[in-house]
């Protein structure tokens, strides 16, 4: 069965620095990857997918990820974070239905 | 253009009493999925539906939940009767199609006491 793990609970970062959150999948053909992003008490909203071409892509709010398939790595980047980026970040797989890694919650220090 | 619409926001409710959660989905989206989040178990899939037919109802927990959607613009899932184990944050998401975004409602917390 398609999955992703998300091996990071809690990050911090400075506002101003780079930001990169782990992703892995677990699928033997090409999958489909998506990240999502949670701000408290709202539903998830797309950040960005990957489904096939090119393996850098750029999502909203400044976010990037690339798949990686020797690594089974999908990794969410931002270049510098904003104090509101502070959220709940949420790899996720699959065709129809996805299957949601744990999260990473974001936190971001002044 | 209005988002997924989920009612009510908050419920709270005695153990043993039935609890209706509503979802409106975006218009001209054919997909409907039912989401439960915890902190225990994360975000688990309940079911979904394509145009209004259950397609996956795998990961409902137990008799005591139901979905039904009768039409492309209207869902519900019903606990009954409702336990502590309830509590939750339960999602409704739309989608147009697939492989595709999914478009979350700001969800339904549910406590059980």
């Known amino acids: 069965a398609q999955s992703v793990t998300q091996p990071d609970i809690h990050i911090t970062v400075s506002e101003g620095a780079s930001l990169e959150l782990r992703c892995n999948y677990s699928y033997g053909a090409t999958p489909y990857l998506f990240w999502y992003v949670q701000s408290p008490g709202q539903g998830l909203q797309l950040l960005l997918k990957y489904f096939s071409g090119d393996t850098l892509v750029q999502g909203i709010k400044g976010f990037e990820a690339e798949f990686k398939r020797s690594q089974s790595s999908f990794n969410l980047r931002k270049p510098s974070v904003h104090w509101s980026d502070a959220a709940e970040y949420f790899c996720a797989t699959g065709f129809q239905k996805l299957v949601f890694g744990t999260g990473t919650r974001l936190l971001v220090s002044p | 253009d209005a988002g997924v619409i989920q009612s009510p926001r908050h419920e709270v409710t005695e153990m043993g009493q039935e609890v209706t959660l509503r979802c409106k989905p975006i218009s001209g989206h054919n997909s409907l999925f039912w989401y439960r989040q915890t902190m225990m178990r994360g975000l688990e899939l309940l079911i979904y539906f394509n145009n209004n037919v259950p397609i996956d109802d795998s990961g409902m927990p137990e008799d005591r939940f139901s979905a039904k959607m009768p039409n492309a613009s209207f869902s519900t899932l019903k606990i009954q009767p409702s336990e502590p184990r309830d509590s939750a944050v339960y999602f409704c998401?739309?989608?147009?199609?697939?492989?595709?975004?999914?478009?979350f409602g700001e969800g339904s917390r549910l406590t059980v006491l």
């Open positions: 998401a739309s989608s147009q199609q697939a492989p595709g975004e999914l478009f």
